[in-house]
């Protein structure tokens, strides 16, 4: 069963809009969030995260926002560049198992010239 | 500081054929984890290990694969015989003791005929 969920497969934004991504996820032991950006042919790589003790983390033009009672985070980025265009996945660390992550299946961010 | 360092980055080859994949995380991480992404999906955790010891091995698929991380550095993962269906990327990552975040190496795309 898929703890975490991106239910938006794709996005399109324009270059200097907001690029807001979705994040859900169902197990109430997860502490801790994270934001991987995937480019093809390389692996993912880190680009923001909360703690569940948190409601907002903010690093540059990377906003993520934690909403505990509805389960539920969003990635902003503003403004958004063509270089941000990737693969975006969410993850989720349960407080009782270790550091291993649970994934979401990601979403595709195209920014447009 | 060197990353995460995979090899090899693809491997083509026929079923019931094995294959291997090495991974060496970065210096002084000594959580290493091994996951498997499909194609459209996200990383799914394989094993996960402390030092030399894998703490957590309950998604391995234990009649084909293996897994071993002498000496707490270095690891390999095996799949013998191959299926169609192992086609993926097999990635590694490692951490830290915080463990608050997970470094990738780029992958190695696994293609089963």
């Known amino acids: 069963d898929q703890q975490v969920k991106q239910n938006s497969p794709s996005l399109s934004v324009q270059e200097g809009r907001i690029s807001i991504l979705n994040c859900d996820y169902t197990n109430s032991m997860f502490d801790y969030f994270l934001w991987y950006k995937k480019y093809p042919a390389e692996g993912p790589t880190f680009l923001i995260s909360i703690s569940s003790i948190k409601d907002k983390n903010e690093d540059g033009r990377f906003t993520v926002f934690l909403n505990k009672s509805a389960k539920h985070l969003s990635l902003h980025i503003v403004p958004s560049q063509p270089g941000d265009s990737a693969v975006y996945f969410c993850?989720?660390?349960?407080?009782?198992?270790?550091?291993?992550?649970?994934f979401g299946k990601g979403t595709s961010l195209l920014v447009t010239p | 500081e060197a990353g995460v360092v995979q090899s090899p980055r693809y491997k083509i080859i026929e079923k019931k054929q094995p294959v291997a994949f090495w991974c060496n995380p970065i210096s002084g991480h000594n959580t290493l984890y091994w996951y498997r992404q499909n194609l459209g999906q996200g990383p799914e955790l394989l094993i996960r290990y402390e030092n030399e010891e894998a703490v957590d091995d309950s998604q391995l698929p234990k009649d084909r694969f293996s897994a071993e991380r002498l000496k707490g550095v270095d690891s390999t993962l095996k799949i013998q015989p191959a299926e169609l269906g192992d086609s993926a990327v097999y990635l590694c990552a490692s951490s830290g003791w915080s463990g608050e975040k997970l470094f990738f190496g780029s992958g190695t795309q696994l293609s089963v005929l």
């Open positions: 993850a989720a660390r349960p407080s009782n198992s270790g550091y291993a992550l649970n």
